[in-house]
């Protein structure tokens, strides 16, 4: 395959499989910590409910952000052609922005809009992008 059309469908992939992840997990927090009578597609229900939540109910909003952002970029540097840890920080940083839209969008407590946005996506890209260029090594040398 083209380098390029390679590079592409890693950003793709990246975005769709860490997307995948971060709705599944959100979903699942649901299950744990439901919000009783609150529709959670709803935005602006979600957003009156928010200052009346406990620390818990931020838990799994947080692990859907790292680990979605850990998916998506592994799956960029994995597919990558070349430049693999660029294309795992661009998928942090697509994560990124959409993380801070959703902290604008839903306000939620300043400790964890800051813990979300300092932590759940850059260093998560960075990791992931590492464990990707590790396992197309490990890949290729076997």
């Not at 602006?44 to 409910?49: K, N, Q, R, S, W």
């Not at 200052?51 to 597919?79: C, D, N, Q, W, Y």
């Not at 464990?131 to 076997?142: E, N, P, T, Y």
């Amino acid at each position: 395959m083209h380098p390029i059309l390679r590079n592409i469908l890693a950003v793709i992939a990246g975005w769709f499989g860490g997307s995948t992840i971060n709705m599944a997990l959100v979903s699942l927090g649901y299950k744990f910590f439901p919000l009783e009578g609150v529709d959670t597609n709803d935005m602006e229900a979600l957003a009156a409910v928010i200052p009346t939540l406990e620390s818990e109910h931020f838990i799994f909003p947080f692990l859907a952000h790292a680990l979605g952002t850990l998916v998506g970029a592994m799956l960029a540097a994995l597919i990558a052609a070349n430049h693999k840890m660029k294309f795992a920080l661009v998928i942090g940083g697509v994560f990124l922005l959409g993380g801070i839209a959703t902290n604008y969008m839903i306000p939620g407590p300043t400790w964890f809009a800051v813990l979300d946005i300092v932590v759940a996506y850059i260093p998560m890209a960075w990791i992931g992008g590492k464990l990707g260029i590790g396992f197309s090594k490990s890949k290729a040398a076997a």
